[in-house]
């Protein structure tokens, strides 16, 4: 399995920006994704960047939120723009090997630790 760290989260305000960074170990050709889990909620998917940069995203999060990947610095991120208090969680990366548009948290065996996203009103 490959390891994952995320980084990147903090506190914003509503409108604003965060970018979030999701390093992995070793060379990197899996189909990787983006979740959050906000208090009491299940984990959900946000976004997902396949290793030919096709990518798909949750309806929620479509028109304000990038995912991209650098192959060569074996990272992903996650550019979120136009924050709202409801994008408030722990935000995930995970890797899975499977491809096609897979939105199930079982579905990707290897996961990073989280990062928080604070979104204020």
């Known amino acids: 399995q490959v390891q994952l760290v995320e980084s990147g989260g903090g506190s914003v305000q509503a409108g604003g920006s965060l970018r979030l960074s999701c390093a992995a170990s070793g060379q990197n050709r899996y189909t990787m994704g983006w979740f959050r889990q906000a208090p009491g909620k299940d984990r959900e998917f946000v976004a997902q960047?396949?290793?030919?940069?096709?990518?798909y995203y949750a309806d929620s999060v479509k028109g304000r939120f990038t995912i991209s990947r650098d192959n060569a610095k074996n990272t992903v991120y996650l550019q979120m723009n136009s924050l709202k208090p409801e994008d408030t969680a722990v935000y995930y990366c995970?890797?899975?090997?499977?491809?096609?548009?897979?939105?199930?948290?079982?579905?990707?065996?290897?996961w990073g630790q989280g990062t928080q996203v604070t979104v204020s009103s």
């Open positions: 995970a890797a899975t090997q499977f491809t096609g548009v897979i939105t199930i948290p079982s579905m990707y065996p290897s």
């Open positions: 960047i396949r290793s030919g940069s096709s990518t």
